[in-house]
């Protein structure tokens, strides 16, 4: 390794990164705590460190040089010199090859060993060890990217949040075992651009593709070592950079021409971003980055001993945001994503633990402030996950105007109300009608509301109906990880059975999951997979099987092609009848101009609803009737929106019910049955039937039924 034989310029602290300019590279990188920075090169294929240049400006912190002769390709990382004291914060170690936390893209893999910590492992104290071995052999490294692409007349698609039916999927899991992908493109960003998965998503009627992680993250080493891996994603170590092992071409070109051949297709990118940790773990992680570059500023100490991390996520640290440049790193990191990459919104993992100024969370958090008062982040789709791991982080329903939640409380009422469970019509009638409770008081509207009655983390829909049980063995952790309530039902037999009722049983309960979740109010999100009865086989925490267990598989039965039929059916419904995508929560009177409530609750004897019958604990019928006709709603341009009029049926009990069809003073009208779950493929409509006359509601089933006047 060789001192630089190259011209070096003092260069500028901004932009942060390497950053080409069609002359020469400038690279920038902030450490408020550092005695000496220093940027390493490396040969064409990051294997031999060429060269190493001492930054000798600093700007406010932030450390800069320019190379003149610095050109797209060239691959380097950065020791940071300073002092090694736990007891103080402070964890810098030059021997410790460090990757740029501004990275535009990653090179090589994670190759673990002891190098790679900054103490000496066996050791128990880590500040009573130095370790002096060197990690840039088995460490990621960092590539200057040229960001030139040429993007043509793409337009993010900006579709209203309330026309909006997200679809959560694994770059990896989605393709990985299509058919008519091509093999070479399995598994990647390229892989989904292809028209069959575009074909599939534009058949399914979904307008944005939600992808887990994308960021750069890294297998954890106690995974790697039982033979397993991070499959999920969640464990970020550069927030710029698209992970590597997505890139069919080894190009970061191929994320942009995902983008915009899905924006063509009318689908907008939503990412699934993790800013609430990195992958360096506890005291005891590694030093890959943001511990070495300057610990104490980029995460959150404990105030009394400093050595250990405030763990408001579960994974070891938390990022420091009461610190501006840490604040400034994720708000570039956005921007990125959205001014360079186009993508059209971010779904923020554990996002309560960027809301925490002090210890507790705090709504008004000044994070959330610069986001929505920022031109370009406050006009895309900012989703919540609404809750951290620490005290006081669950905070469904207190975000602030401009975001959306993911909402758990759909959730689990909706397993509950169909898996039988009693005393629940009430919170059922709010969450199927988008949560008014958690929303309306703070000024949002119905699409704040992210329903959802499956995710990415436990199980998949056809599991939630075939397993009473967790059955993680696969992960082996002795079945000890994972959720314990699950609110699933196996419907009489644990797994797979060749019982015809139970198979009849768990289809009709699949069919009623999706209906509910298509035909209520707010922004529905659906699980890739389930629309293909997709099974984990009982697993519901699979973040380490990258393996067919996990994949999507697209070889379908007729059973799961009815199943993705129904789901183009609910979804064509949704999209064609403004009346299950209200802009604005139901009054639940009159309007003006019209004579009839814009909702109607209603009870099994075609009545409105009493209060004494939601307190009925042995209560699981339901009707809801939705005003159309005359729906006080606008469009975009200021023009009156009507529709027709819906019935909605719900049975969550094991018997049939004949459900009394109301009749409205002021319409001759009939009831045109649209679906049934009841019936094989649910898509057979069902009928006529007079006001006033019973509808045959079966057993754990939900109907659709429209009104028409009457002309017969």
Request: charged residues 25%.
């Amino acid at each position: 390794m060789m001192r630089s034989a190259n011209p070096v310029w003092p260069g500028h602290p901004y932009p942060r990164g390497a950053t080409w300019d069609g002359e020469g590279v400038n690279f920038s990188i902030f450490s408020e705590h550092a005695d000496l920075v220093e940027l390493c090169l490396f040969d064409a294929k990051g294997r031999r460190e060429v060269e190493r240049i001492p930054l000798r400006e600093q700007t406010d912190q932030v450390w800069h040089c320019y190379l003149p002769q610095g050109r797209p390709g060239l691959i380097y990382g950065y020791r940071v010199h300073g002092p090694y004291d736990p007891e103080a914060g402070h964890r810098f170690n030059p021997h410790k090859l460090l990757l740029d936390p501004y990275a535009k893209q990653v090179t090589g893999r994670l190759s673990w060993s002891d190098a790679h910590f900054g103490y000496r492992i066996g050791h128990r104290q880590e500040d009573l060890s130095f370790d002096k071995r060197d990690s840039a052999s088995g460490m990621l490294k960092a590539v200057v990217v040229d960001t030139a692409f040429t993007w043509g007349d793409d337009r993010p698609p900006r579709t209203p949040w309330h026309d909006t039916v997200i679809y959560e999927a694994h770059v990896r899991g989605l393709t990985m075992r299509h058919p008519e992908v091509p093999p070479p493109l399995r598994g990647t960003y390229a892989g989904i651009a292809t028209p069959p998965v575009i074909e599939h998503l534009k058949r399914l009627g979904v307008t944005a593709i939600e992808l887990m992680p994308v960021h750069a993250f890294i297998d954890d080493r106690h995974l790697v070592e039982r033979g397993l891996a991070n499959y999920w994603g969640y464990n970020s170590i550069g927030f710029f950079a698209p992970d590597n092992r997505y890139l069919a071409t080894g190009n970061i070109n191929e994320f942009k021409t995902m983008v915009k051949t899905l924006h063509s297709a009318g689908i907008e990118v939503i990412l699934d971003v993790v800013y609430n940790h990195t992958a360096e773990g506890n005291h005891l992680g590694p030093t890959l980055c943001f511990r070495g570059i300057d610990n104490a500023a980029y995460y959150r100490l404990t105030r009394d001993n400093p050595r250990y991390y405030m763990d408001y996520t579960g994974c070891g640290n938390t990022l420091n945001m009461q610190h501006p440049r840490v604040v400034q790193l994720i708000m570039d990191s956005l921007r990125y994503w959205v001014q360079e990459m186009h993508v059209d919104g971010f779904r923020f993992d554990l996002a309560s633990s960027l809301a925490r100024e002090l210890h507790e969370v705090d709504r008004l958090g000044s994070f959330f402030d610069i986001l929505l008062q920022d031109p370009v982040l406050s006009q895309v789709k900012l989703i919540a996950e609404p809750w951290d791991l620490g005290e006081g982080g669950y905070q469904v329903g207190n975000f602030p105007v401009g975001w959306a939640e993911w909402n758990d409380r759909y959730r689990d009422t909706v397993r509950g109300y169909w898996k039988g469970d009693g005393g629940l019509l009430g919170e059922f009638a709010q969450r199927l009608s988008g949560s008014s409770d958690l929303y309306e008081s703070s000024g949002r509207k119905p699409y704040a509301s992210v329903n959802f009655v499956t995710a990415h983390d436990g199980f998949t829909l056809n599991d939630l109906v075939s397993y009473d049980g967790k059955h993680n063995e696969a992960n082996q952790e002795n079945n000890r990880d994972g959720h314990d309530n699950n609110l699933s039902w196996n419907c009489g037999a644990e797994g797979e059975t060749r019982d015809p009722e139970i198979h009849a049983l768990r289809a009709r309960q699949k069919r009623n999951f999706l209906a509910t979740l298509l035909f209520s109010q707010g922004v529905p999100m659906l699980l890739s997979g389930d629309e293909l009865g997709r099974s984990q086989h009982g697993n519901n925490n699979a973040y380490c099987q990258d393996n067919e267990l996990a994949w999507l598989n697209w070889n379908l039965d007729s059973e799961r092609d009815k199943l993705l039929s129904f789901v183009g059916r609910l979804l064509d419904l949704r999209r064609e009848h403004v009346v299950f995508r209200r802009r604005h929560f139901f009054r639940g009177h009159a309007v003006t101009g019209a004579d009839e409530k814009d909702i109607v609750w209603l009870s099994p004897e075609g009545r409105e609803m009493q209060d004494e019958d939601w307190t009925q604990d042995y209560a699981r019928c339901l009707g809801v009737y939705l005003a159309g006709e005359e729906l006080i709603e606008v469009d975009e341009q200021g023009q009156p929106l009507a529709d027709d009029s819906f019935l909605l049926l719900f049975n969550a009990h094991h018997e049939r019910i004949p459900f009394l069809l109301p009749s409205f003073h002021n319409i001759e009208a009939v009831w045109e049955g649209m679906l049934d779950t009841a019936i094989a493929d649910g898509l057979a409509t069902t009928g006529r039937f007079l006001p006033g006359t019973p509808y045959s509601l079966e057993g754990r089933s939900l109907a659709l039924l429209m009104r028409r006047r009457r002309h017969w």
